[in-house]
């Protein structure tokens, strides 16, 4: 994790993962979700946590979940339905509902398709804000399959050359198992920076980097500097010049795979909610699972043992620092920034609910 990001040690505030987890069920049980959906919500939430990513965990999400519910622009109580069913794909409307609670269903409906199909899609419109990508993805591996899950994120990203946002901060997550090796988990927004993590940056009174963001009028800021008042961020890869162009065509593509072919609208035109995409890859279907895995861990394995170059530590490959990093939250208790903290204790009081960190 950048420091950019990162609660430093000495104000950081550590509660421990069920205690989080209490505070957060209570919360949306207390905002009218039924006990199914506040503890899928939870999962979700905790997952981010507990892994370190804080920019879609409770500490930037939960204050918007909770906005939203409060306001009816979130259905605290789905009844997602199926528009469209074929034997390997289906379309399904979230009725409003968060992706938190949907998703991991949708997920479900995928997973279940791919046993008779060996791979299968399930898209989503009529949605809400679906948390860490990664989350959904790897709810495949359990069953031993490949995930893979994209949402339509907010509409803050310029084109490359671009004036003005034009697509969505659009995350995108693959999951694959392995054996002894922590499984690959790839989790990323199509932009240079998530923009929740602008918001951590903001919290902790860092500069952001060069090539994240670009001006109002948007030419890159190529220097570090505090968080604009105004700001557009950069697709993935910053300039044209070291491949801004991949990351913004990737940022389109998933507006058409999550988003009109949901029938949900890209960031740029939304007329349906937040659209959503899960795919999912029966690996039994191409291949034997254990020889999979076993060439699975010989990869990783061979990745993470990299000679590092000249003043680096190591090589890691995506998934291994978050498995890492569950392992140490799950002992020491999740850090959280004070101001969390307090917003929590703060929210709780308002909602006439016991202070869990008290």
């Not at 950081?12 to 987890?21: E, H, N, S, Y």
């Not at 339905?81 to 992706?99: F, K, M, Q, S, V």
Request: proline letters at 6%.
């Amino acid at each position: 994790m950048l420091k950019q990001f990162k609660v430093p040690d000495e104000i950081a505030v550590r509660v421990p993962g069920d205690v989080m987890r209490a505070a957060v069920e209570d919360t949306f049980r207390r905002l009218g979700m039924p006990d199914d959906d506040a503890q899928r919500s939870a999962d979700t939430l905790l997952y981010a946590d507990l892994r370190g990513i804080d920019s879609h965990g409770v500490s930037n999400m939960m204050r918007y979940y909770v906005a939203g519910l409060q306001s009816g622009d979130i259905n605290p109580t789905p009844q997602w339905t199926l528009e469209r069913d074929a034997p390997a794909a289906a379309t399904i409307d979230c009725d409003r509902g968060l992706g938190l609670t949907v998703g991991p269903q949708a997920m479900q409906l995928a997973i279940d398709k791919a046993k008779q199909t060996g791979v299968a899609t399930v898209v989503a419109n009529n949605g809400a804000h679906f948390g860490a990508a990664a989350y959904h993805a790897q709810l495949a591996l359990a069953h031993d399959m490949i995930g893979l899950s994209m949402t339509v994120g907010g509409l803050l990203v310029a084109p490359t050359h671009g004036s003005q946002a034009m697509v969505g901060l659009n995350p995108l997550s693959i999951a694959a198992p392995a054996g002894e090796e922590a499984p690959f988990i790839f989790d990323a927004s199509m932009s240079s920076v998530a923009g929740n993590k602008v918001r951590l940056a903001q919290r902790l009174g860092e500069d952001l980097l060069p090539g994240w963001v670009a001006d109002a009028e948007g030419t890159p800021i190529m220097e570090s500097q505090p968080v604009p008042e105004e700001y557009l961020i950069l697709p993935l890869g910053g300039t044209r010049e070291i491949g801004s162009h991949k990351g913004y065509s990737l940022a389109a593509s998933i507006d058409i795979l999550a988003g009109i072919m949901a029938n949900a609208g890209s960031a740029l035109q939304r007329f349906n909610g937040v659209g959503h995409h899960f795919t999912v890859f029966n690996i039994s279907a191409f291949t034997d699972v254990d020889e999979f895995k076993s060439h699975m861990d010989a990869y990783l394995k061979a990745l993470r043992e990299t000679p590092p170059a000249p003043g680096e530590e190591r090589v890691l490959y995506a998934g291994l620092e978050e498995h890492e990093a569950e392992i140490e939250r799950s002992e020491r208790g999740i850090p959280y920034h004070p101001e969390v903290i307090e917003w929590f204790q703060a929210t709780l009081g308002e909602l006439g609910l016991r202070n869990h960190f008290a």
